[in-house]
């Protein structure tokens, strides 16, 4: 397993933007993010294969957030635009085995403490 560091989070307008980054300790393969907002379930938000090549997104933030990776920082980013106070929650990094592209929680490993995003209205 990985040790998993979000950063990036805060308050914000909604219609406004944020940049969440993900450092990992070692090399990874499939990354994801999820969010959790109190008194919910954590959910998929995103989630990009080990080569960068292939994601796939909630379609509640599809078109809006954007996952990316740089490999030779052991970094994922989620570049998160047109915010909306639903999207308030506590946003957690995942890193998981595969190589593939993974939307369960199940497939996740190794997860981060989570940093906290406020969308105001």
């Known amino acids: 397993q990985v040790q998993l560091v979000e950063s990036g989070g805060g308050l914000v307008q909604a219609g406004g933007s944020l940049r969440l980054s993900c450092a990992a300790s070692?090399?990874?393969?499939?990354m994801g993010w999820f969010r959790q907002a109190p008194g919910k379930e954590r959910e998929f938000v995103a989630t990009?294969?080990?080569?960068?090549?292939?994601?796939n997104y909630h379609g509640s933030v599809r078109g809006r957030f954007t996952i990316t990776r740089d490999n030779a920082k052991n970094s994922v980013y989620l570049q998160m635009n047109s915010l909306k106070p639903e999207d308030t929650a506590t946003y957690y990094c995942?890193?998981?085995?595969?190589?593939?592209?993974?939307?369960?929680?199940?497939?996740?490993?190794?997860w981060g403490q989570g940093t906290q995003v406020t969308v105001s209205s």
């Open positions: 995942a890193a998981s085995e595969l190589t593939n592209i993974a939307t369960s929680r199940i497939w996740y490993n190794s």
């Open positions: 990009i294969d080990w080569t960068g090549g292939t994601t």
């Open positions: 070692g090399r990874t393969y499939t």
